[in-house]
């Protein structure tokens, strides 16, 4: 009996952790970032790179003068196709500033996972 409870102990750790590897989400894009964090909206801003992935943390930048606007942990993403097939993708994440959530609009983008 106590290998039985052993052995379905050992499967569902297995089974857990593997599971937890498909949640480490990455995304691309191509185009210009936008930046929301529902008191203010910062057009065609920076973060340095071209993807992201949950768990990790972007500086974001603005590009017309380089100034610092924030700072977020990255929780998810939402894949948004528009009415013409451009993909667009809201990369959702903590705000260093605000403690709250806000997100970056990310256009030409795909899941790369």
């Known amino acids: 009996m106590k290998n039985l409870n052993f052995t379905f102990v050992f499967i569902l750790i297995v089974l857990t952790s593997c599971?937890?590897?498909?949640?480490?989400?990455?995304?691309?894009?191509?185009?210009?970032?936008?930046?929301?964090?529902?008191?203010s909206a910062y057009y065609f801003v920076d973060v340095g790179v071209k993807s992201a992935y949950?768990?990790?943390?972007?500086?974001i930048y603005n590009l017309q003068d380089n100034s610092y606007i924030d700072r977020i942990t990255v929780n998810s993403f939402d894949l948004i196709s528009r009415t013409d097939g451009y993909p667009i993708c809201r990369i959702w994440g903590l705000s260093g500033k605000l403690n709250k959530a806000t997100y970056l609009l990310a256009r030409n983008c795909i899941s790369s996972d």
């Open 54 to 59: 949950v768990g990790g943390v972007l500086e």
């Open 19 to 39: 599971s937890k590897e498909r949640d480490k989400i990455k995304i691309e894009w191509q185009d210009e970032l936008d930046y929301f964090n529902g008191e």
